[in-house]
């Protein structure tokens, strides 16, 4: 199944056109990251192939914000990609990532603007294990005007490339930790000053945005077989992505 995710991956790139910069750079290095990995690695509970919850530091929800309801699904981007080309850009979408996409109901309770901050190495766990875990790389702000009720679209790197991606049918559990896997943070370093966030992309190409979630993508998924990166090479393999 990773095969096929990363399949699909590299025809959405070749869709959307490759021979820009941005997706040269984002495929040239996919074998080197992926080098070493190893398919049956689960040791990271929630992570690749473990079945297990996953786990970390606990996220503790803002009190002046409630989330209502349950998280649900949404058709991810890499089963329509007509979608993906047309695809407009507004103020309800955050985060980054083309397999993981849900909507979130939430509600600011006071009579104040807020500001909900959920930070990078943000945990999302699905309900089935036939669907992907997400995770994000970046944190993501999420503004409301006072008593303001909005419906938010979050996008969250993959998890698991042997399951499927979120759906219309995928549900979630309440968001509840965030993870403290060492091997994230060169990740978590570098992507903070890069234009990862789709929000960062109203007003320039989406080319650069699918580039920069590709080759973020194809390291998440090395760091959940067992491999580790240094800062330097993160930096090397995100060069093509534009800082914030």
Request: charged share 20%; hydrophobic share 40%.
């Amino acid at each position: 199944m990773f095969t096929v995710m990363k399949k699909i991956l590299m025809a959405l790139l070749c869709v959307l056109g490759l021979a820009s910069c941005s997706m040269f750079d984002a495929v040239k290095y996919s074998e080197e990251i992926s080098a070493g990995t190893q398919d049956d690695f689960d040791r990271y509970p929630g992570m690749n192939v473990s079945e297990l919850p996953l786990t970390g530091n606990v996220f503790t929800w803002p009190a002046a914000i409630r989330m209502n309801g349950i998280i649900t699904g949404q058709q991810n981007q890499s089963e329509d990609e007509d979608q993906d080309e047309d695809l407009k850009i507004t103020d309800d979408m955050f985060g980054s990532g083309l397999f993981v996409i849900v909507t979130l109901e939430l509600e600011n309770l006071t009579n104040e603007r807020q500001v909900l901050l959920l930070p990078h190495g943000l945990l999302l766990q699905s309900t089935s294990n036939s669907y992907q875990n997400g995770i994000l790389v970046k944190d993501v702000e999420i503004p409301f005007e006072a008593k303001e009720l909005r419906k938010v679209s979050v996008r969250f790197y993959c998890l698991n490339a042997s399951a499927s991606g979120s759906s219309a049918y995928s549900e979630y559990a309440p968001i509840g930790f965030v993870t403290n896997i060492p091997a994230f943070e060169p990740l978590f370093d570098v992507c903070e000053g890069k234009k990862l966030n789709i929000d960062q992309y109203k007003s320039i190409s989406l080319l650069g945005y699918y580039g920069a979630c590709t080759t973020v993508q194809e390291i998440v998924w090395a760091i959940t077989k067992g491999k580790t990166f240094t800062t330097a090479e993160i930096k090397k393999y995100l060069k093509h992505v534009k800082k914030d």
